[in-house]
């Protein structure tokens, strides 16, 4: 069975220094990888996805960035954090099939807290 | 402009009654999915609709996807309190992406 792994699952850091979240998913092959956010506990927003290794699309323009150095490894960054980089960060993936096309299966998220 | 439109936004309601949580667009969906979210976890899928008019069911809960792939709705009967949680709508437009509605957040008390 397919799982996906988050860490870490709690950050505090301060305004200005750097961001790494990295995703990971296991038991599946070349699938569609998605970062979101959301905030206040309602809707998500997209923030990056990817459909294979080297390649990202982005959703919102911000002061983040993404990469995926490998098929099953997708990684959120930023140089320098902003306070209003707050939130709680969400990995998903799909499958590239057509059966069940579009579902997507979420990772346990990232509580990120910039002071 | 929100895509998805979720509502109620919150329903609080006591154990044993019904409920029922709509989302709706003006948009074509080639799937729509439902999902469940617990505070401080990641969502968790409760069911995929494909066909227009799907009805599937998932012990209290039941799931319609609209004749014209726009709309669906979920229905819960006799809620239990855990049943409390975030519900989730999301639609695919056909290219893996999926666009979220807002979310209803549901209280069952006892």
């Known amino acids: 069975s397919q799982t996906i792994h988050q860490w870490p699952a709690t950050l505090v850091q301060p305004v200005g220094s750097p961001l790494s979240l990295e995703c990971t998913v296991e038991g599946t092959s070349n699938p569609n990888l998605y970062w979101y956010r959301q905030a206040a506990g309602r809707g998500l927003q997209l923030l990056f996805y990817?459909?294979?290794?080297?390649?990202i699309s982005s959703e919102v323009p911000q002061n983040l960035s993404a990469s995926r150095p490998q098929d099953r490894q997708f990684i959120l960054s930023s140089k320098k954090l902003l306070l209003s980089d707050s939130g709680f960060y969400l990995c998903?993936?799909?499958?590239?099939?057509?059966?069940?096309?579009?579902?997507?299966?979420f990772g346990p998220g990232t509580r990120l807290t910039v002071l | 402009t929100q895509l998805l439109e979720q509502s109620p936004q919150f329903l609080s309601i006591q154990e044993g009654e019904n409920l029922t949580v709509y989302c709706n667009s003006s948009?074509?969906?080639?799937?729509l999915q439902w999902y469940r979210q617990e505070p401080g976890e990641g969502p968790v899928l409760l069911v995929t609709?494909?066909?227009?008019?799907e009805v599937k069911k998932l012990k209290r809960l039941t799931f319609q996807f609209g004749d014209a792939r726009k709309d669906s709705s979920l229905h819960i009967t006799a809620a239990q309190p855990g049943d409390t949680g975030l519900y989730l709508c999301a639609g695919a437009l056909g290219n893996y992406k999926l666009t979220f509605g807002k979310g209803t957040l549901l209280t069952v008390n006892p």
């Open positions: 990817s459909v294979g290794i080297g390649q």
């Open positions: 998903a993936w799909s499958g590239t099939s057509g059966g069940g096309r579009g579902t997507q299966y």
């Open positions: 948009s074509v969906f080639s799937s």
């Open positions: 609709v494909v066909t227009g008019g």
